[in-house]
């Protein structure tokens, strides 16, 4: 019998896993995303395929048993009607089996880890599915890798919604390797296939924009484009920021609320588009750090010298975090924009640290503006580091209340950024929470969050001294240090 599909009855992630397939050295196969990205469907058609075309059987796990007729089984039954495989794959409890031969007749199982007899058997299929990895353990998928035995191009695929930043998941499985970029490609700009340096595991990132049964296929030509889902979606990033960056751009969210230094930081007010505009000024700001990465805010303020916007981030990882790799990428954005106004360079009053030091002696923002020279940036460095009780207040209060007219915004796609302004504590004093991880790879120990909020408060208060210290003593407020190229083309 011929079996025959028509490309138009897949999603571009389909294809990619089809060619994974036939690299036997391959053997993990991470897929995290948005809802509605097609990541369980694509597998469970990728699985139908082996197993009526190659003879492979598979197994499919879910957490719990009970969830499996409601998920996998309702997953792997569109798989089998969207290839219009049901003439020659039988739907039983929990199985679909191959029936065109006599002798062998492979079989995908679906079934729950709780289930009695979980560990029995799975040495037998050449494929391992795990939905919603982040619903078992690091122990429990420890146990899956090492059941995949005895045949040649064995393959464990696991697919998750990537809810907390925290999550097993991250730290210990997806943090544990360095990723590269591949020739692979997905529709979506956010969207990505990576492999491991060791060239075993790949890791898929993917949104609702490689669905053409969501988002429709690029020529109009099939598929279907659901505008109310697609509206739905972009209107929860004004509601419900964390949840629109975990279901819809499938990026780590927040789970663990509580102790944050900004609390009045909401991500659906105080975030939206605020792209570059050439008419103003803009202000580099550092903090001196390298690990996990130097990071650098581009902030412009806007004509009426209140509204501020954080319209760029920048975070140079080992071996980038070095000052010279960092002007590098400033210098290329500055260059892309046509930048023609005035440059301040500022951040950490503290640059003593040799962490970031080319030479001995010569201060961060010397060497930046060194660096940078070609653009003539002006140094606006307070004498010393503001209190960071009181301007986490200040900071606070501009968020909550927009004290003396300031409004603080940040462009959605600096997401480092807003990671920060979300999930940094505060410790026990109220200041900044400085307790170090150590990273999985390298072993050496970091402060994960704080460095885009301690920029922002040096650039808060020096930028608005007078405001920050009618904040403080409420003294007379004068003219705010921005630049005298103010544009008569406000974001507001």
């Known amino acids: 019998m011929i079996i025959r599909f028509d490309k138009k009855w897949f999603n571009p992630l389909y294809f990619i896993l089809n060619e994974i397939l036939k690299i036997d050295n391959i053997r993990t196969i991470l897929i995290y995303g948005g809802k509605s990205s097609s990541k369980t469907a694509s597998v469970a058609q990728l699985l139908m395929k082996e197993m009526v075309i190659n003879k492979f059987s598979s197994i499919s796990f879910r957490k719990e048993s009970s969830t499996v007729p409601t998920t996998l089984d309702k997953s792997f039954n569109l798989a089998r009607n969207t290839m219009y495989l049901y003439p020659v794959v039988d739907r039983l409890d929990r199985l679909y089996r191959y029936t065109q031969n006599k002798y062998n007749r492979p079989e995908i199982a679906l079934k729950g880890i709780d289930d009695e007899e979980k560990a029995k058997g799975v040495e037998g299929y050449k494929y391992i599915y795990l939905d919603e990895l982040n619903h078992f353990t690091l122990g429990e998928y420890t146990m899956f890798q090492l059941s995949l035995r005895g045949m040649l191009g064995q393959k464990l695929f696991a697919s998750w919604n990537p809810v907390d930043e925290n999550s097993w998941v991250k730290t210990d499985l997806v943090d544990k390797y360095e990723f590269i970029d591949t020739k692979w490609k ?13 060239g075993k595991v790949v890791l898929i990132k993917t949104t609702y924009e490689d669905n053409f049964w969501i988002n429709g296929s690029p020529d109009g030509s099939y598929g279907f484009r659901d505008e109310n889902l697609i509206a739905e979606y972009k209107a929860l990033a004004f509601t419900n920021a964390n949840s629109y960056r975990v279901n819809v751009l499938g990026e780590w969210g927040k789970t663990v609320f509580g102790g944050e230094f900004l609390k009045q930081w909401k991500s659906e007010v105080h975030t939206g588009f605020y792209p570059y505009n050439p008419n103003l000024a803009i202000y580099l700001e550092f903090d001196e750090n ?3 990465y130097f990071p650098c805010g581009i902030f412009q303020v806007g004509e009426n010298q209140k509204d501020i916007f954080l319209i760029y981030a920048i975070t140079k990882k080992n071996p980038e975090n070095t000052v010279s790799a960092m002007c590098r990428e400033i210098t290329r954005k500055l260059h892309e924009w046509g930048h023609k106004e005035t440059v301040f360079v500022g951040g950490d009053p503290t640059s003593d640290k040799e962490d970031v030091k080319q030479e001995k002696g010569h201060d961060l923002f010397r060497l ?10 002006r140094r606006a460095v307070s004498k010393s580091s503001p209190s960071v009780l009181t301007s986490k207040e200040f900071f606070n209060s501009i968020l909550e209340n927009e004290i003396q ?5 940040a462009d959605i796609k600096c997401r480092v950024a807003i990671l920060d302004y979300e999930n940094t504590k505060e410790d026990k004093n109220g200041k900044v929470d400085k307790r170090t991880i150590n990273d999985p790879k390298t072993k050496v120990p970091y402060q994960p ?15 608005f001294p007078d405001e920050y210290a009618k904040f403080q003593r409420g003294n007379r407020v004068s003219a705010p240090i921005v630049g005298k190229n103010i544009s008569r083309n406000s974001y507001t």
Do not use: A, Q
């Open 290 to 292: 390298v690990n996990p």
């Open 449 to 463: 969050w704080g460095h885009f909020v301690d920029l922002t408060r040096y650039f808060l208060c020096h930028t």
């Open 368 to 377: 930046i503006m060194n660096e940078l020279r070609e653009f003539n940036p």
């Open 186 to 198: 997905l529709p979506c700009e956010n969207s990505f296939v990576k492999i491991s340096t060791c």
């Open 405 to 409: 007219g300031l409004k603080f915004r």
